[in-house]
């Protein structure tokens, strides 16, 4: 428990971590990563590249800070980190690690004039009491998943069962567990933690789900970025018959229990959550279901046949499609060319706005979205949406 004048410091560095956040937790990484080779699989060297990485991290820290006396004013942001630790299986071993690298940023990036024994002491408590916090939640979920129908602990082996190119970009892997077992329920938007070995290197990555729950398979369905060491050894190098380790699947982006209409929103490989979603709100056969999808052609659009054969079977489903790129396509999509536009989703929408909506893409494409459906007059609520990759400001 931090002491009042304890909180009363962590409240003082708010404006330094305004202005110099990103800063200090680009050294942390640095530190961290360059010192500590244990927890390296644990992060995307892409999103160090990038800066995501330490600009989420930073936001974060800026919200704790702001927010030490009031945790409660956090709001989701405490059960995304704890869900992200859970795919990649974050154990309590990695808190030493990260609470020593965090707080000998704070004194080498602030300085020892700023950061003074007090300050150093203050995070230290600051930083172990969000720690324990999620190291009990992290060890609830773990067991949970473990004592759960068809759950486990740690990785388990899975075999690729199929691999199929769903478009130019992107391959769906169909996934059977070796040992023959059940396969754990989980919540459409979810996604997996995968665990592979590259070059003599331990990566840990994770992937959308994207297929409703079976209790017997998974399916991911992954996009090759441009010198991404995952996903290009998935699609080079993985074929049917390997067997890689899987992590349970985990995710706060979920859909959630309702009868309001239905309206998801993707942009590229952003499709893969919105899959499981709307598949499975399709078997309840309880809610209407809008389901709008942007590529930049036809030759990158994923999935086509099986959104066509839902259209086609389920009158409660409407789809929509719109390529950036190209003219008029065979068959049935695209409904639209152009870019994406407040008008496609004023049409789209129910007249009632009574509707719940899921959007997942590029940031440009969620942040435009976002701002369409409010200038729409759903209200904040009634917005969901997640990042591939680290959580930022959608403003």
Excluded at 74 to 88: E, T, Y
Excluded at 114 to 142: H, M, R
């Amino acid at each position: 428990m931090l002491t009042p004048e304890q909180t009363a410091i962590i409240k003082a560095t708010v404006p330094l971590l305004e202005t110099g956040g990103e800063a200090l937790t680009t050294h942390f990484y640095k530190t961290m990563l360059s010192e500590y080779d244990e927890v390296r699989p644990l992060f995307n060297q892409a999103h160090q590249a990038s800066g995501s990485q330490p600009r989420a991290l930073a936001n974060s820290v800026l919200q704790y800070a702001r927010h030490i006396d009031n945790l409660g004013a956090l709001g989701n942001l405490p059960a995304q980190i704890i869900q992200k630790h859970v795919a990649l299986q974050i154990q309590p071993e990695h808190y030493p690690i990260v609470g020593t690298c965090l707080l000998r940023a704070i004194r080498e990036v602030l300085g020892a004039e700023i950061a003074t024994d007090a300050v150093i002491e203050a995070w230290g408590a600051a930083y172990w009491q969000l720690a324990n916090i999620l190291i009990g939640a992290e060890k609830a979920e773990y067991d949970r998943l473990a004592t759960a129908p068809g759950g486990w602990r740690g990785a388990r082996q899975f075999r690729v069962a199929r691999k199929v190119a769903e478009s130019q970009e992107i391959t769906s892997f169909y996934l059977e567990p070796v040992d023959g077992g059940a396969v754990v329920e989980y919540l459409p938007g979810q996604y997996l933690g995968l665990r592979l070995v590259i070059d003599g290197q331990e990566v840990r990555r994770n992937y959308s789900l994207s297929q409703a729950a079976n209790g017997k398979t998974l399916r991911i369905s992954v996009k090759r970025e441009k010198g991404g060491v995952v996903s290009n050894y998935l699609h080079d190098k993985v074929a049917a018959g390997d067997v890689i380790d899987v992590f349970p699947p985990a995710g706060e982006f979920t859909l959630k229990p309702g009868t309001s209409p239905l309206v998801l929103v993707s942009g590229g490989v952003g499709i893969t959550p919105t899959l499981a979603m709307a598949e499975a709100a399709l078997a309840e056969g309880k809610r209407d279901v809008i389901f709008a999808h942007y590529a930049r052609n036809g030759d990158v659009h994923a999935f086509g046949d099986q959104i066509g054969a839902w259209a086609e079977a389920y009158p409660q489903f409407r789809a929509h499609v719109v390529y950036e790129q190209g003219g008029k396509e065979d068959g049935a999509w695209p409904t639209k060319l152009g870019r994406p536009e407040i008008a496609h989703l004023e049409e789209w929408l129910p007249e009632s706005r009574d509707c719940e909506a899921y959007f997942l893409g590029p940031k440009p494409f969620m942040a435009f979205i976002r701002k369409s459906l409010l200038a729409l007059g759903l209200p904040q609520e009634r917005l969901h949406f997640e990042f591939f990759g680290p959580a930022e400001a959608l403003n």
